[in-house]
């Protein structure tokens, strides 16, 4: 919600993409309960993605070494911490290229190894065996959340919203998110 509100033509292209794939088989009343419609929402996939390279909801994970270990050229003993960076990573310029650290959808056109050669280079969900067992279940849930809003409201960041993002469990913006929001069925705005 923030990201579509600091970008509107973002947010103009995703609902043009919503009400264009969820027209009924009249073509007109934009509407659609079924998950395969998902699979058409390109633009809001490539969205989301460049959302959680970002503001990834997790931005570190924790390993303890399980053995003493060799990781490219560093030793680690038995029972070390290592931190992986997952913010940080998601914004090498080295891995991302140079506009890493500017909202460039446009760069998953064609899926993250599109963006980046690195098969490990998006950890929104971690990877391996104790990657996220909910990564699908939560892009789903996402983009049918995010279809609902977009037909319905328009919406833009209140003068209100300071911009300081925090890791608390999660990444969540520290003093909430205020928007102002229209309802685009009835033009009616309110402040929430
Ligand atoms: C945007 C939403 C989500 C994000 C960004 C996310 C991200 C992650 C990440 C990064 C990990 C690895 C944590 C670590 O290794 O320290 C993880 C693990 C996990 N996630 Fe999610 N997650 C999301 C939603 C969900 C949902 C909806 C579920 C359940 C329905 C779920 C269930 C789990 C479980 C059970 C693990 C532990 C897996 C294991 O250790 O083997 N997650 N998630």
């Keep these: 919600m923030f990201l579509l509100s600091i970008y509107p033509e973002w ?9 264009r794939e969820c027209r009924d088989d009249d073509g007109d009343a934009p509407y659609s309960n079924n998950i395969q419609v ?77 963006a980046t050669n690195n098969t490990l280079a998006m950890l929104a969900f971690s990877c391996g065996p104790r990657g996220c067992p909910g990564r699908n279940y939560s892009m789903i849930e996402v983009q049918t959340v995010m279809m609902m809003i977009l037909r319905r409201f328009s919406f833009s960041l209140s003068s209100q919203y300071v911009h300081m993002p925090r890791n608390f469990i999660s990444l969540a913006p520290r003093y909430g998110l205020p928007l102002i929001v229209r309802n685009l069925l009835d033009g009616e705005k309110s402040d929430i």
Excluded: C
């Design 11 to 19: 947010q103009e292209k995703l609902r043009e993409e919503v009400l």
């Design 38 to 114: 998902l699979g058409k929402f390109k633009l809001l996939s490539m969205f989301l993605l460049e959302t959680l390279r970002l503001y990834s909801p997790v931005p570190f994970l924790l390993r303890k070494t399980a053995s003493d270990t060799t990781l490219t050229n560093i030793k680690f003993r038995k029972g070390t911490m290592i931190t992986i960076p997952v913010m940080m990573l998601h914004r090498s310029k080295e891995i991302w290229g140079l506009d890493a650290d500017e909202f460039n959808p446009m760069r998953f056109e064609n899926g993250v190894l599109g």
